[in-house]
């Protein structure tokens, strides 16, 4: 599976958009990108995922560059739930491993 | 449905005990794992399963074992507990292919 680069933190004013990158510049054809994040102490939530198109459902946005070598996840609206490690995984859409790097910590501040 | 169970929430072992952490799930999924957070750091996969009677070993294997028995079930072995297993243990599920993992509660582990 790639590996992905990700700032370690990042701050985001409550209300505005949180755009989070993730750089996979060796992703291969069949890898898909996938977004999880884990709110303090809890079990990780899975976000959205893609693999060349970008993708939206009722958590977040999904932005994929189009040579796939990075994308961005859009939280539209950041509240202070939203406060969390952001892990983005790249991986092919099969097989038993999921495996997480280091995330970003996102503090979104009143 | 319940999702994802992790019995126990916490737990104390001295150095040498086993104990086995218990992980059920009730969505008839197919991949389980389980993962070790360290204080500060993200996940490790210890262990994971692709169906019944099926195991393989993830990033930190050693000093754990595996079974699954049943789709339902994937309990986690420590044989000779020891203090660097000190951490708090996730179990996961998802159909195949992990395109949506679903994650327990945790089970929050100290060794003396």
Redesign the interface.
């Known amino acids: 599976d790639a590996k992905t680069t990700q700032p370690p933190s990042m701050d985001c004013a409550e209300g505005r958009a949180a755009n989070l990158p993730c750089n996979h510049s060796t992703i291969s054809g069949n890898e898909y990108v996938?977004w999880?994040r884990?709110i303090h102490?809890?079990?990780?939530?899975?976000i959205i995922?893609g693999l060349k198109n970008n993708e939206t459902n009722e958590m977040a946005s999904l932005i994929i560059t189009e040579d796939r070598k990075s994308s961005t996840l859009i939280l539209p609206h950041a509240t202070l739930r939203d406060t969390a490690?952001y892990?983005c995984i790249v991986?092919v859409?099969?097989?038993?491993?999921?495996?997480?790097?280091?995330?970003t910590e996102l503090s979104v501040k009143p | 449905n319940a999702g994802?169970t992790q019995t126990p929430k916490f737990q104390v072992l001295k150095t040498g005990q086993s104990m086995t952490l218990q992980c059920a799930q009730d969505m008839n999924h197919e991949?389980m794992?389980w993962?070790r957070q360290d204080p500060g750091?993200?996940?490790?996969?210890i262990h994971?399963?692709?169906g019944a009677g099926i195991t393989?070993q993830?990033?930190v294997p050693n000093g754990y074992n595996v079974s699954r028995s049943t789709t339902e079930d994937f309990p986690l072995r420590l044989l000779s507990a020891a203090p660097s297993q000190t951490s708090?243990y996730?179990c996961?599920s998802?159909y195949?292919?992990?395109?949506?993992?679903?994650?327990?509660?945790?089970t929050r582990l100290t060794v003396v």
């Not at chain 2, 750091?41 to 996969?45: A, E, N, Q, V």
């Not at chain 2, 195949?96 to 945790?106: H, K, P």
């Open positions: 996938y999880y884990q102490s809890q079990g990780p939530q899975y995922h490690v892990y991986r859409n099969q097989g038993g491993k999921l495996i997480f790097g280091q995330g | 994802v991949y794992s993962y750091m993200g996940l490790r996969l994971y399963s692709v393989d993830g990033e708090v996730f996961a998802s195949r292919g992990w395109t949506e993992a679903f994650f327990g509660q945790g």
